[in-house]
Each structure stands twice: as structure tokens, then as C-alpha cells.
Nanobody
């Protein structure tokens, strides 16, 4: 059974930093792209960042550009999201997911809460 487990969330003041991790178990995803998404209360889930299977072509949403960085370590079957200069509007539950062969995302984790206070 495939499992993704996010960790690293928490409460931080505006301007602070957090590093989220997403560890995969059950199978390797070293041949799959990975992505981070977030969902704030009362809002739709939105794309945050993605990275190719080999660590190439990292990209982030315009709303976090220059502040967030995605990376991965295939030896550890883990993908990371470094979040700097956090803003209250970054408050959300953050999820990781695997990009499948049909280019949709699946195998969602349970999410990790990020709360940024002003």
C-alpha cells in the first residue's frame, strides 16, 4: 500500500521559515514527478510547487515565487518544500502528491497544518 506522510508544519510568525517533508513508503516514486498543494479554510485546493522525477524543472506558483523552494531526495524517497518569508496568507493545510503517468496527481497524504501569525 502506498503512503505519503507530510511533516514539518506548525505555527510560525510572519517572516519566519518552515521546511515541510513528504516521505513515501510502500513503493518508490523515483520515476514520478511530485507536487505540493495547499488548501486554506473555505478555499479550493491550489497548486504550490512541483518537481520532475530527477529533480529537474522545479517550479512554484506565482504566489510563492521567490519564497518557496521544492527539492527531492530519491535515495530517501522524500520531497521537501522550503518555505521562507512566510505570510499569513500562506496559512493552510499542505499536501504532497505523486504525479501519475496520466499527469494527474494522486496518492495524497493526510496533510500538515501550517499557520502563520501576523
Amino acid at each position: 500500500q502506498v503512503t505519503l506522510v507530510e511533516s514539518g508544519g506548525g505555527l510560525v510568525q510572519a517572516g519566519g521559515s518552515l521546511r515541510l517533508s513528504c516521505a513515501a513508503s510502500g513503493r518508490t516514486f523515483s520515476n514520478n514527478g511530485m507536487g505540493w498543494f495547499r488548501q486554506a479554510p473555505g478555499k479550493e485546493r491550489e497548486f504550490v510547487a512541483a518537481i520532475n522525477w530527477d529533480g529537474g524543472f522545479p517550479r512554484v506558483a506565482n504566489s510563492v515565487k521567490g519564497r518557496f523552494t521544492i527539492s527531492r531526495d530519491n535515495a530517501k524517497n522524500t520531497v521537501y518544500l522550503q518555505m521562507n518569508s512566510l505570510k499569513p496568507e500562506d496559512t493552510a493545510v499542505y499536501y504532497c502528491a505523486v504525479r501519475k503517468v496520466d499527469l494527474t496527481y494522486g496518492y495524497w497524504g493526510q496533510g500538515t497544518q501550517v499557520t502563520v501569525s501576523s
